[in-house]
């Protein structure tokens, strides 16, 4: 579902802030292909409740608000003076506080000291290590957002999806249908077909 996202954000960005300030053809078809892409790879494995789908629905408005809102202030707003390694500290601290606070709902919290006393080396090597591969992509994340389009930092998480799949497929022999096998060469075409198009005219346009 959240493939679909570029398309829709394409038309708020052209919409709310004029970019790109002329529509080519071809990064329109490739967005298309992408969209098709999907619908083809979900359409014999689509399975979601109600619940899912409201769910689903509300992730991905909050990732399209997320994408226009960096898109915004990193692009040189004037009132926004922040660095890019405060905003990552930024979003990596404030999570805390609600998530401390569903911990505190759910009685996660006498839990804690136990976990933290039965941990041993290899469990605090790896959290230490997540913790660092989490701040450098959130870092990477917003200088991205920071050269380009919110649109193209969608395709480009898109082409990481297909990727991830596509090595599943290949190295864990994941089963997949031939629909949901040609969906995904779609989208693929797709995204290379946008990189090739829109990504050296954005380039450009920071040069």
């Keep these: 579902?959240?493939?679909?996202?570029?398309?829709l954000t394409f038309g708020c960005?052209?919409?709310?802030?004029?970019?790109?300030?002329?529509?080519?053809?071809?990064?329109?078809?490739?967005?298309?292909?992408?969209?098709?892409?999907?619908?083809l790879y979900g359409y014999s494995d689509i399975s979601a409740t109600n619940l899912g789908k409201v769910l689903i629905l509300l992730n991905s408005l909050f990732t399209i608000?997320?994408?226009?809102v960096q898109s915004y202030l990193l692009k040189g707003h004037a009132d926004?003076?922040?660095?890019?390694?405060?905003?990552?500290?930024?979003?990596?601290s404030l999570g805390?506080?609600?998530l401390f606070a569903i911990a505190l709902v759910n009685g996660e919290l006498s839990q804690w000291s136990h976990s933290l006393l039965s941990a041993d080396k290899t469990t605090w090597f790896l959290v230490l290590m997540s913790?660092?591969?989490?701040?450098?992509?959130?870092?990477?994340?917003l200088r991205t957002q920071q050269l380009f389009s919110g649109t193209s930092v969608l395709m480009l998480q898109n082409f990481n999806k297909i990727l991830i799949i596509s090595i599943g497929v290949g190295l864990f022999h994941e089963h997949l249908t031939p629909m949901s096998l040609l969906g995904c060469a779609v989208s693929l075409l797709g995204c290379f077909t946008y990189g090739y198009v829109r990504l050296p005219s954005e380039a450009s346009s920071k040069g």
């Excluded at 579902?1 to 398309?7: E, F, G, S, V």
């Excluded at 608000?65 to 226009?68: A, G, Q, V």
């Design 1 to 7: 579902m959240k493939n679909i996202l570029p398309i």
């Design 131 to 141: 913790g660092m591969c989490g701040a450098s992509l959130g870092y990477v994340g």
């Design 96 to 98: 805390i506080f609600p």
């Design 13 to 39: 960005e052209k919409a709310l802030f004029n970019q790109p300030a002329s529509v080519n053809w071809k990064v329109v078809v490739s967005l298309l292909m992408t969209l098709a892409g999907t619908v």
């Design 80 to 92: 926004f003076s922040m660095s890019i390694a405060l905003c990552m500290l930024v979003n990596n």
């Design 65 to 68: 608000t997320d994408r226009l």
